[in-house]
C-alpha cells in the first residue's frame, strides 16, 4: 500500500518567488485498484506522481509504501517503481530494445530476465512490427509502447503512470488502457493522473480530485458518485472546485 | 557510486553519439578534413600568391624620360612596364589600379631623392614596393662605398659595428616554430568545441527531449548520471582533439618543404602533445556540462556556451603572441598554462615543474566544475527550468 501523507511542495521560482505545488496533498493507493489523480493542467498532479517517483523531495510531508518512508532508500523505491507521462521521450537513435535494455540494466535486472521480460511485453503491446525501427521513426503511439516497454521491464511493482495518453489516437490510447487494466489485475500499484474525465471514470476506482495545488476529495470513486446523485464526474469536479459548469 | 551503472550509461551515450551524423561531422570529419584542407589550402594558396604577386611586371608611371632612364639603371632586376604619365594623373592611375607606383627622381642639397607614390593599404603594390626598396638599398650601399673611396676612406668602415648571430636552435625547431604558435590555439578551441557538442546535447539536450525524467525516476544516483555523461563527453573531445592533432601534423608534414608553414613533428611529440590536451577536454567537459544543465533549451545552452568560447580564444592565443613565455609567471594561468606547454612540447622543450603544476591545476580546476555540475543536477529548480 502506497500512503501520501501531508504531501507539501514549494518550489523557489525566479520573479514569483516561493510557489506552493502542492498543498497538504493525502490519499492512500491500494494494490489491484487504479488511483485516479485528477485535476486541470497546473492543479499540482504531476509534481505530487514526481515526488512519488522521488524525482522530487517533498518540502513537508511523507510517502509511504508498505510502511516505510519512500525517501529512506530512495535507489530501492526506484527499482520497484515505472514511471511514464504522455511527455516522456524516448531515445531516437536507439532501437526498442535498446531502450528496454538500456532501463533494465540501469535497475539492475540480469541480462538473461531483460531478454525474457522484453519478450513478453513485446508479445502483450504486440510491439513486434517496431523492433527493427529506430525510435526516432516511431509514431507517437508506437513510442509510448516503447516508453511502456522501458516502464515494466524491472517488472514494476508500483506503476506511476502521468497522462499516459496524452497526445495519442484512439487505437494507442486502446493499448494503453488495455494495458493499465491488465496491470490492475496483475495486483499492481497504479497511480494514474490524467485530465480527462472520462477516461478516469472508465478505469479509476479510487480518485484524488487536485485543484490549484490542494487535494479536494480522496477516496471510492463510487462513493464520490453516488454522494452526488450519481451525476456525471465532470460535474462532480466543478461542483468541488466550487466554479459553473 | 557505482562503476558498472556508470559503464551502461556511458555505452549508451557513446552508442548514441555514434549514430548520430551531427556529431560524427563535428567531432571527427571537420577536425579530420576540414582543417588540414584549411591550414593547408590557405598555407599553398598565400605561397603561390606571394610568389605570383612577387614575380608579376611592376606597372610603374614616370613624368620624364630622364627620371626613367636613372630608375631603369638601378632597378635592372626588377621587371618593369613604364608608362609614361603627366603629373595631374598621378593619383587617378593609382585609384584605378592601372599604375602599381608613379616614381620620381630628384635632387636635394645634393642628395638623390626618389619619391612613391602608391596605395599602401593595397598589398600587392606594398609587397612590391618592399622589392624596389631593398634594390635602392643595393643602390645606395654602392654609392656610399663609392663616395668613401673618393675620400680615401677604406671601405671596410663599414663594418666598424658588426653582428654575428649564433642561432642554437635546430633547423627541426625552427621549422616547428610556425605550428608550435598555431597548434596549440587551435587544439584548445577544436576540443571546447569538441566537448560542446556532447555536453550540451547529454544534459540540456535530454531535458528537451523528454527523456531526462524516466532517468532520474531509474534506480541510479544522479553522480552516476553525471559522471557517465561526462565521461562521454571527455572522449568525444579527446577523440575531436586527436582528429585535429593528426591531420594538422600530417598537414604541415605533407606541405613543401620550400612552404614557410612546412614543419616535422614525431610521433613521441603527438603523444606528449594528446596526453597535454586530456586536462583541456577535462576542464571544458565539465564545465560546459555543467553550463548546459543550467539552461533550460539548447538555444539557451549556446547562448551561455558562446561568451565562453570567446573568453578562451585570448588565454588560448597566447602561443601566437610574443612575450608570454613558459615560467612562474604564466604556470597558475588556466588556459595559458596549456597553451604555453603545448608549444614547448612541439618545440621539444618541456620544463618539468611547468608540465606538473599545469595538470595538477587543471585536473583541480576540472574536478571543482564536475562538483560543479553534480550541485546543478542535483537541484529540482535547474533540472525542471522552464517547467
Given at each position: 500500500m502506497l500512503e501520501v501523507k501531508d504531501l507539501w511542495k514549494r518550489f523557489k521560482i525566479p520573479k514569483k518567488g516561493i510557489v506552493e505545488a502542492v498543498k497538504g496533498a493525502s490519499f492512500t493507493v491500494t494494490p489491484g485498484r487504479i488511483f485516479g489523480l485528477l485535476g486541470p493542467n497546473g492543479a499540482g498532479k504531476t509534481t505530487t506522481l514526481r515526488t512519488i517517483a522521488t524525482i522530487f523531495s517533498p518540502s513537508k510531508g511523507d510517502i509511504l509504501y508498505k510502511g516505510k518512508s519512500?525517501?529512506?532508500d530512495k535507489l530501492a523505491h526506484r527499482k520497484r517503481l515505472g514511471f511514464i507521462s504522455g511527455n516522456t521521450g524516448v531515445y531516437d537513435r536507439l532501437y526498442p530494445e535498446e531502450v528496454a535494455t538500456y532501463f533494465g540494466r540501469l535497475n539492475l535486472v540480469e541480462d538473461h530476465l531483460i531478454k525474457s521480460r522484453f519478450k513478453e511485453i513485446v508479445e502483450m503491446l504486440n510491439m513486434g512490427d517496431i523492433l527493427k525501427s529506430r525510435c526516432g521513426k516511431l509514431s507517437t503511439g508506437e513510442k509510448q509502447k516503447v516508453s511502456i516497454a522501458r516502464m515494466l521491464i524491472n517488472d514494476p511493482e508500483i506503476l506511476i503512470l502521468d497522462e499516459?495518453?496524452?497526445?495519442?489516437?484512439v487505437i494507442s490510447s486502446r493499448t494503453i488502457v488495455n494495458f493499465i487494466k491488465e496491470s490492475k489485475g496483475k495486483g499492481k500499484t497504479l497511480v494514474l493522473s490524467t485530465h480527462i474525465l472520462s477516461e478516469a471514470e472508465y478505469l479509476c476506482d479510487d480518485v484524488g480530485i487536485m485543484h490549484k495545488g490542494e487535494m479536494l476529495y480522496s477516496g471510492d470513486l463510487k462513493e464520490l458518485r453516488s454522494s452526488y446523485k450519481d451525476i456525471p464526474l465532470e460535474s462532480v469536479f466543478f461542483k468541488l472546485v466550487g466554479e459553473e459548469i | 557510486m557505482r562503476a558498472g551503472i556508470i559503464w551502461s550509461i556511458f555505452k549508451k551515450e557513446v552508442l548514441d553519439l555514434i549514430r548520430d551524423k551531427r556529431s560524427i561531422i563535428g567531432v571527427i570529419l571537420i577536425p579530420l578534413i576540414a582543417m588540414p584542407l584549411l591550414m593547408g589550402g590557405v598555407s599553398v594558396f598565400m605561397a603561390s600568391r606571394m610568389k605570383k604577386v612577387t614575380q608579376e611586371t611592376v606597372n610603374i608611371g614616370y613624368l620624364t624620360a630622364e627620371e626613367k632612364a636613372h630608375m631603369s639603371a638601378i632597378f635592372t632586376e626588377v621587371d618593369i612596364n613604364w608608362v609614361l604619365i603627366k603629373r595631374e594623373d598621378i593619383a587617378q592611375f593609382l585609384k584605378d589600379k592601372k599604375l602599381h607606383f608613379v616614381a620620381e627622381f630628384g635632387t636635394e642639397n645634393s642628395s638623390e631623392v626618389y619619391t612613391f607614390h602608391y596605395d599602401k593599404a593595397n598589398t600587392s603594390s606594398d609587397l612590391k614596393y618592399r622589392k624596389l626598396r631593398s634594390a635602392l638599398a643595393d643602390y645606395e650601399n654602392v654609392l656610399i662605398k663609392e663616395i668613401l673611396v673618393e675620400h680615401g676612406v677604406?671601405?671596410?668602415?663599414?663594418?666598424?659595428v658588426m653582428v654575428k648571430i649564433e642561432n642554437i636552435a635546430s633547423e627541426k625547431k625552427m621549422k616547428s616554430m610556425f605550428l608550435a604558435m598555431l597548434l596549440p590555439y587551435m587544439l584548445i578551441l577544436i576540443t571546447m568545441s569538441g566537448a560542446s557538442y556532447p555536453a550540451t546535447d547529454l544534459s540540456v539536450g535530454e531535458k528537451e527531449r523528454g527523456t531526462l525524467e524516466t532517468l532520474l525516476a531509474a534506480s541510479i544516483l544522479r553522480k552516476e548520471i553525471v559522471i557517465g555523461k561526462y565521461l562521454t563527453t571527455v572522449l568525444v573531445a579527446l577523440v575531436s582533439s586527436a582528429s585535429s592533432l593528426i591531420s594538422i601534423s600530417l598537414t604541415f608534414r605533407l606541405l613543401?618543404?620550400?612552404?614557410?608553414f612546412a614543419a616535422e613533428i614525431s610521433f613521441q611529440t603527438m603523444i606528449t602533445a594528446f596526453f597535454a590536451i586530456l586536462p583541456v577536454a577535462m576542464i571544458f567537459s565539465a564545465l560546459v556540462f555543467a553550463i548546459a544543465s543550467f539552461a533550460k533549451s539548447m538555444k539557451e545552452a549556446q547562448g551561455y556556451i558562446g561568451p565562453l568560447t570567446m573568453a578562451v580564444i585570448f588565454p588560448a592565443m597566447v602561443s601566437i603572441f610574443p612575450g608570454f613565455e613558459a615560467d612562474m609567471s604564466t604556470v597558475f594561468i588556466p588556459i595559458v598554462n596549456i597553451s604555453l606547454l603545448l608549444k614547448n612540447i612541439i618545440l621539444g622543450d618541456v620544463r618539468g615543474y611547468y608540465l606538473i603544476i599545469t595538470l595538477l591545476e587543471s585536473f583541480l580546476l576540472a574536478g571543482f566544475f564536475i562538483i560543479m555540475a553534480f550541485r546543478l543536477f542535483d537541484r529540482e529548480s535547474v533540472i525542471f527550468k522552464g517547467e
Open positions: 519512500i525517501f529512506d499516459p495518453t496524452n497526445g495519442l489516437d | 677604406p671601405d671596410n668602415i663599414w663594418d666598424t613543401p618543404s620550400s612552404s614557410q
